[in-house]
């Protein structure tokens, strides 16, 4: 057994309900530390022969791949090769054991390694939340590959505006507690869910040790100048104010406390290529949840020349 990280049973995930979608998984050259060569990260990789190009979904904290179910058929409808990846201590990746993984750097040379091992290109990349803190600083090292992007409820480090005290309040939260009953969690800020949903969001967790990173990654978040990931989010600030994708979208939920409106608008007139925070009103923080009601509307716009 390595003294590093766990692997996560498939066992957790026999009874999650309308989500066929196969598990692959990518072993080893991940821009990791050494002691993390065997590390294995967990993707969804759906219509490997899509002709619009790549979808690759990023979610956030503390949620998976899972958070896409509702718009990874709209993906595949409209002709996209969907690839949903799980971040490394989240959904059916391996579960970090020590703390000291839990950096910026790590979390972002894993997902550009995994965008270069696949050799991913033609990519509009939807994020949320800590998907999106990451997310928004990849397309400055190779612009050239990325179309767009469909951002839901994030925040670039702090760079243009300070989070909200709800934000603070919610890291400090994670710190603080051991063993984060994710489930109680999803059911009270997303009242649309069913039990079996909000069991398939706990689903990854079953074991105490697996539970660091909802810890950790919180933890991590880019507060001031002296944090590991400030000087990264500042350069890709400074880049998105000289530069833009073909597409970038900004979706925010006008019920969510952590990452408000306000903040969202702030970022949107920066990143965003029709200048406008698209809102969406009945949504809390977990905007994707409500993909069914607005996924077919978002993805005619998406494809728009």
Same mark, same amino acid.
């Given at each position: 057994?390595?003294?590093?990280?766990?692997?996560?049973?498939?066992?957790?995930?026999?009874?999650?309900? +309308? #989500?066929?979608?196969?598990? =692959? %998984?990518?072993?080893?050259?991940?821009?990791?530390?050494?002691?993390?060569?065997?590390?294995k990260i967990s993707y969804i990789d759906e219509n490997n022969n899509g002709k619009r190009g790549v979808l690759l979904f990023i979610h956030g904290h503390p949620t998976w791949s899972y958070l896409w179910r509702h718009l990874i058929p709209f993906g595949i409808k409209y002709d996209y090769r969907v690839i949903c990846i799980d971040l490394p201590?989240?959904?059916?990746?391996?579960?970090?054991?020590?703390? +000291? #993984?839990?950096?910026?750097? =790590? %979390?972002?040379n894993v997902i550009l390694s995994f965008i270069k091992n696949l050799s991913l290109k033609n990519i509009t990349l939807f994020l949320h939340e800590w998907g999106g803190t990451l997310g928004l600083t990849l397309p400055m090292d190779q612009k050239n590959i990325y179309n767009g992007i469909v951002l839901f409820n994030a925040y670039l480090g702090t760079s243009i505006s300070?989070?909200?005290?709800?934000?603070?309040?919610?890291i400090n939260t994670n710190i603080e507690t051991e063993e984060l009953n994710i489930r109680a969690?999803?059911?009270r800020t997303n009242r649309i869910l069913n039990l079996s949903e909000c069991n398939a969001y706990e689903a990854p967790f079953s074991e105490k040790k697996q539970k660091l990173s909802l810890r950790?990654?919180?933890?991590?978040?880019?507060?001031?100048?002296?944090?590991?990931?400030y000087d990264i989010c500042n350069k890709a600030l400074n880049w998105w104010e000289e530069n833009s994708l073909s597409k970038v979208l900004v979706?925010?939920?006008?019920?969510?406390?952590?990452?408000?409106?306000?903040?969202?608008?702030?970022?949107?007139?920066?990143?965003?290529?029709?200048?406008?925070?698209?809102v969406i009103n009945n949504a809390g923080h977990f905007v994707p949840e409500w993909g069914m009601e607005f996924g077919e509307e978002l993805f005619e716009q998406l494809i728009l020349e």
């Amino acid at each position: 057994m390595n003294k590093n990280f766990v692997e996560t049973s498939e066992d957790c995930f026999k009874n999650i309900e +309308d #989500f066929p979608y196969k598990a =692959n %998984y990518m072993k080893g050259n991940l821009g990791l530390p050494k002691e993390y060569d065997n590390f294995k990260i967990s993707y969804i990789d759906e219509n490997n022969n899509g002709k619009r190009g790549v979808l690759l979904f990023i979610h956030g904290h503390p949620t998976w791949s899972y958070l896409w179910r509702h718009l990874i058929p709209f993906g595949i409808k409209y002709d996209y090769r969907v690839i949903c990846i799980d971040l490394p201590g989240f959904g059916r990746s391996d579960k970090p054991l020590k703390k +000291d #993984f839990f950096n910026f750097v =790590n %979390y972002r040379n894993v997902i550009l390694s995994f965008i270069k091992n696949l050799s991913l290109k033609n990519i509009t990349l939807f994020l949320h939340e800590w998907g999106g803190t990451l997310g928004l600083t990849l397309p400055m090292d190779q612009k050239n590959i990325y179309n767009g992007i469909v951002l839901f409820n994030a925040y670039l480090g702090t760079s243009i505006s300070n989070i909200t005290e709800g934000y603070k309040s919610w890291i400090n939260t994670n710190i603080e507690t051991e063993e984060l009953n994710i489930r109680a969690l999803m059911a009270r800020t997303n009242r649309i869910l069913n039990l079996s949903e909000c069991n398939a969001y706990e689903a990854p967790f079953s074991e105490k040790k697996q539970k660091l990173s909802l810890r950790m990654l919180p933890s991590i978040f880019p507060t001031n100048s002296d944090m590991d990931g400030y000087d990264i989010c500042n350069k890709a600030l400074n880049w998105w104010e000289e530069n833009s994708l073909s597409k970038v979208l900004v979706i925010g939920g006008g019920r969510d406390p952590l990452i408000t409106l306000e903040k969202m608008k702030v970022l949107s007139n920066i990143i965003s290529t029709d200048e406008q925070t698209h809102v969406i009103n009945n949504a809390g923080h977990f905007v994707p949840e409500w993909g069914m009601e607005f996924g077919e509307e978002l993805f005619e716009q998406l494809i728009l020349e």
